[in-house]
C-alpha cells in the first residue's frame, strides 16, 4: 500500500456563501457529465426529438413559403393590399357609362392629390394576331407599366414593360407561352414581332414571355394602355370601360375609397353612380382567410410529429431513470438535495432536447432554404420569403418544451427514489 | 458537545399481514469528535437500518437524534441532506463508484453538492485526496479497471473530500481479501485520525471490529457494548481449530 501522507485533511468551512449559482452550474454540470458519459443512448434517444424539432420547424418553413405562394397568386389575380379599383361610373336613371375622358382625367387627379405611387387602368379585349398560319384572336389586356408590380406579374423569359415602351412606335407585348410557341418559340433576344391587324394593323414585338402554366391553352397577351390606344379604332375606344387601380397602404384603403369615390364623384356631375372598392384578398375581413386552411394543416401535422416525438424521449427517459436508481440513490448519500436531484434530471432531459432541437432546426434550414424543395413546393415565387424566425423559435421552443415535459416525470420518478433502497438496488 | 447522540431509538415497519416487524430497539449511542467505533452483528440484525439513521437516510420510529446537540427532527428534509453532505462521508461495502467516470471524477462527485470555493476547486481537492490515498497515478481509470482495493480508496477518497465529521463505513471490507482489506482499514484509520473525523464501521468481521475503540454488537435490535478482545480470541481460536487437521486440538 501506498504510504499516506502525514497532512491535515482539508476541511470544509461551515459555511459558504453563493450556494444558489454553484448549486445552479453543479446541476448543469451534473447533466452534462450525464449527457458525456451516456452519449450513445442520448444520441439514440435524441435523433426522435431532432427529426421531431426539424419536421416541426420544415412544416412550418415550407408552410410560410407555401402561403407566400398562395399570396402571391391571389395578388396576381386581384392586386396586393391594399388595391382599389375605380369601375366606370354610370348613370342609374340613364344607365349611361360615364366618358372615360373625365373618369381618366379624375384618376390622374386622384393620383396625384393622394401621392398615390402605383396606378393605373385596365382593360380587356380580343386582339387579332397575325400567325405564320394564319390568324388567331388572343385574349388582350392593355395595362399600365405599374401593373407589373401591383400584380406581382413574373416573366418566364425576358421582361415585364418599363417606361420607354411607351415611347416605342412598335408596340411591346408580353404574351402567353403557348402565344409564344404558336411564334415558333423564337430567342427573345432575336426580337420576335408578330402583326397585331386592326384599323391599322401594327408590328408589335415580344419582349417577355409569362411562365408556363399547367392546363392553359390559352392565346394571351399584355399591351400597354397607350400602344393599345394607337391600335384601336374610335369605336373600340370609345367603347372601352377602362378600370382604374390604386394601390395604397391598407391602413388608409378605408379612408382612401371614400375620397376617390367623392372626388370622382363630383368629376363626374350629378346623379352619376361612382363605385370604389377594394379587391385584394385580404378585402374580405371577417370573412375566411384564404391561408388558414393550409396553416391550419401543416400545424395539425407538425403538432402530431412533436407528441410522437416526445412520447419516444418520454419512454427512453424513464426507461433511464429506472436504470440510474442506484446512482441517484448515491448521490443523495453525498447530500444531493431533492429538489437538486429534480432539477438535475430536468436539466439533462432539457439540455438535451435543446441540443438536437438546435441540430433539427439547422437542418430544417437547410433543407427549407434548399433552391431545390423551394421550387418543388412553390415554383416561381417573386418575393422568397426569408426563413421565418418564428419557425426556428418554434423549434427551439417545442424542443424546450419537449425536454421539460419529457423530463418530468423521469424527475418525479428520480425524486420518490428511497434513498436506502436505491442503494442496495 | 457530541457530535451525534441517539436516544432510545427505535424502527420498526409495518408487514403486508398488518403485523409490526421491530428493527431497532431502543438504541442509545453516543460519538464524540475523533471516536472509532465498531458495530457488529449477524445479518438481519439491523446494521444496515442503524446506518441509514446514523447517516440521516432514515427517521426513526421513535427516540431522538441529536446533532450537535440539535434535534434532527427540527431539520427540514433539505436542511438533513445539507448537512448530511457536508457533515458525513459515506463508505459502502459494493463500493458504489459510479460508472462510466473515472476516479478523479468519482472522487469530484461530492463537491458537486458543495458552494463556494469547494464546488469551483473539486478537482484539485479531489485529485490532492487520490493523491493522499496512493492513487494519484489512476486518477484517470475507470472503476472497471481498478482493483477492489483500489476502488475502495477511491470510495474513501470520495467520502473525504468534503472533510466530513462522521465517517459511516458499511462493511469497507466485505469484497476485499483480507490483505487487501486490512490495508484499506489502515487507511481508513489514519485519514479518520488525522481529519479528527468519528468513524463508526459496521461490520461482521472481528478483525476489522478490533480497530476501533470502542465496540458494539447489534443482534435482534438490541445494541449493547462488547468486549472485542473476547471476540477476537475466540475468532482466532475457532481459525486455529479449522487450520488444524483432525485429531489435534490447539
Redesign the interface.
Same mark, same amino acid.
Request: charged share 30%; proline share 2%.
Given at each position: 500500500m501506498t504510504e499516506l501522507e502525514k497532512t491535515p485533511v482539508r476541511r470544509a468551512p461551515r459555511r459558504e456563501r453563493g450556494g444558489w449559482a454553484s448549486g445552479f452550474l453543479g446541476a448543469v454540470v451534473e447533466a452534462w457529465d450525464e449527457l458525456r458519459i451516456h452519449k450513445t443512448r442520448v444520441l439514440l434517444s435524441l435523433i426522435g426529438v431532432g427529426v421531431a424539432v426539424c419536421a416541426l420547424t420544415s412544416v412550418v418553413g415550407i408552410g410560410a413559403i407555401a402561403q407566400q405562394a398562395q399570396i402571391e397568386q391571389l395578388e396576381r389575380g386581384s392586386g396586393r393590399p391594399a388595391t382599389l379599383v375605380l369601375s366606370p361610373p354610370y348613370n342609374p336613371e340613364t344607365g349611361q357609362q360615364g366618358d372615360p375622358a373625365i373618369m381618366a382625367e379624375a384618376a390622374a387627379t386622384v393620383v396625384e392629390r393622394y401621392a398615390i405611387g402605383y396606378a393605373g387602368s385596365t382593360q380587356w379585349m380580343q386582339l387579332s394576331a397575325q400567325f405564320r398560319d394564319g390568324v388567331s384572336l388572343v385574349d388582350a389586356q392593355a395595362v399600365d407599366v405599374d401593373y407589373g408590380v401591383m400584380h406581382r406579374v413574373q416573366v418566364g423569359q425576358g421582361r415585364w414593360f418599363v417606361d420607354r415602351d411607351e415611347l416605342r412606335l412598335a408596340p411591346a407585348i408580353v404574351v402567353s407561352d403557348q402565344f409564344w410557341q404558336r411564334l415558333g418559340s423564337p430567342d427573345l433576344r432575336t426580337h420576335p414581332t408578330i402583326q397585331l391587324l386592326g384599323e391599322d394593323p401594327v408590328t408589335a414585338v415580344v419582349v417577355g414571355v409569362l411562365p408556363v402554366q399547367p392546363f392553359d391553352l390559352s392565346l394571351r397577351a399584355y399591351i400597354l394602355n397607350s400602344a393599345y390606344a394607337s391600335l384601336a379604332t374610335p369605336e373600340q375606344i370609345a367603347q372601352a370601360w377602362p378600370q382604374y387601380e390604386f394601390w395604397v397602404p391598407p391602413d388608409m384603403a378605408t379612408e382612401l375609397t371614400d375620397l376617390i369615390r367623392r372626388d370622382v364623384a363630383a368629376a363626374c356631375g350629378e346623379g352619376w353612380q361612382v363605385d370604389v372598392n377594394r379587391q385584394d384578398y385580404l378585402a374580405w375581413e371577417g370573412g375566411e382567410d384564404p391561408t388558414a386552411s393550409i396553416r391550419m394543416v401543416l400545424a395539425g401535422i407538425a403538432v402530431l410529429i412533436l407528441i410522437l416525438g416526445a412520447l419516444g424521449l418520454v419512454n427512453i427517459s424513464l426507461v433511464t431513470v429506472r436504470q440510474r436508481i442506484r446512482e441517484i440513490g448515491i448521490r443523495r448519500s453525498f447530500g444531493a438535495t431533492a429538489p437538486r436531484v429534480f432539477f438535475a434530471v430536468m436539466m439533462e432531459s432539457v439540455v438535451a432536447t435543446v441540443v438536437a432541437g438546435v441540430a433539427g432546426v439547422v437542418v430544417a434550414v437547410a433543407i427549407v432554404q434548399n433552391p431545390v424543395v423551394r421550387d418543388f413546393v412553390a415554383f416561381g415565387l417573386t418575393d422568397v420569403p426569408p426563413f421565418p424566425v418564428e419557425a426556428a423559435l418554434l423549434g427551439l421552443g417545442a424542443a424546450t418544451a419537449v425536454g421539460a415535459l419529457a423530463g418530468l416525470l423521469p424527475a418525479l420518478v428520480a425524486v420518490r427514489v428511497k434513498v436506502i433502497d436505491a442503494i442496495r438496488y | 458537545m457530541s457530535l451525534l447522540t441517539l436516544e432510545a431509538v427505535t424502527r420498526s415497519v409495518a408487514l403486508p399481514d398488518g403485523a409490526r416487524l421491530d428493527i431497532l430497539k431502543g438504541i442509545d449511542l453516543t460519538v464524540e469528535v475523533g471516536d472509532h467505533v465498531s458495530i457488529v452483528g449477524r445479518s438481519g440484525s439491523g446494521k444496515?437500518t442503524l446506518l441509514?439513521i446514523l447517516?440521516l437516510?432514515?427517521s426513526p420510529t421513535s427516540g431522538r437524534i441529536l446533532v450537535d446537540d440539535e434535534p434532527v427532527e427540527r431539520f427540514s428534509?433539505?436542511q438533513r441532506?445539507?448537512k448530511? !453532505? *457536508?457533515d458525513i462521508g459515506?463508505i459502502?461495502q459494493q463500493f458504489?463508484l459510479?460508472p462510466? $467516470?473515472t476516479a478523479l471524477?468519482n472522487a469530484m462527485?461530492?463537491l458537486?453538492?458543495?458552494? !463556494? *470555493?469547494?464546488?469551483?476547486s473539486r478537482a484539485s481537492?479531489a485529485a490532492?485526496?487520490l493523491? $493522499?490515498?496512493?492513487?494519484g497515478h489512476r486518477m484517470s481509470s475507470m472503476p472497471d479497471k481498478l482493483s477492489g482495493g483500489e476502488q475502495q480508496r477511491v470510495a474513501i477518497a470520495?467520502a473525504?473530500v468534503?472533510?466530513p465529521r462522521l465517517i459511516l463505513a458499511d462493511e469497507p471490507t466485505g469484497a476485499l481479501d483480507i490483505e487487501t482489506g486490512a490495508?484499506v482499514m489502515?487507511?481508513l484509520d489514519?485519514?479518520a485520525e488525522?481529519?479528527?473525523?468519528a468513524l463508526i464501521t459496521i461490520t461482521h468481521d472481528a478483525n476489522v471490529a478490533a480497530l476501533a475503540r470502542r465496540h458494539f454488537r447489534l443482534d435482534r435490535g438490541v445494541l449493547a457494548p462488547v468486549d472485542v478482545n473476547r471476540a477476537l480470541a475466540m475468532s482466532e481460536s475457532a481459525d486455529r481449530a479449522l487450520a488444524l487437521p483432525s485429531g489435534e486440538s490447539a
Open positions: - | 444496515s441509514n447517516g437516510l432514515d428534509s433539505r441532506d445539507r448530511r !453532505g *457536508r459515506f459502502f458504489n459510479l462510466g $467516470r471524477e462527485t461530492p458537486l453538492y458543495a458552494s !463556494g *470555493r469547494q464546488f469551483f481537492i490532492e485526496m493523491e $493522499r490515498v496512493g492513487l470520495r473525504l468534503r472533510g490495508s489502515e487507511l489514519d485519514v488525522q481529519s479528527g473525523a
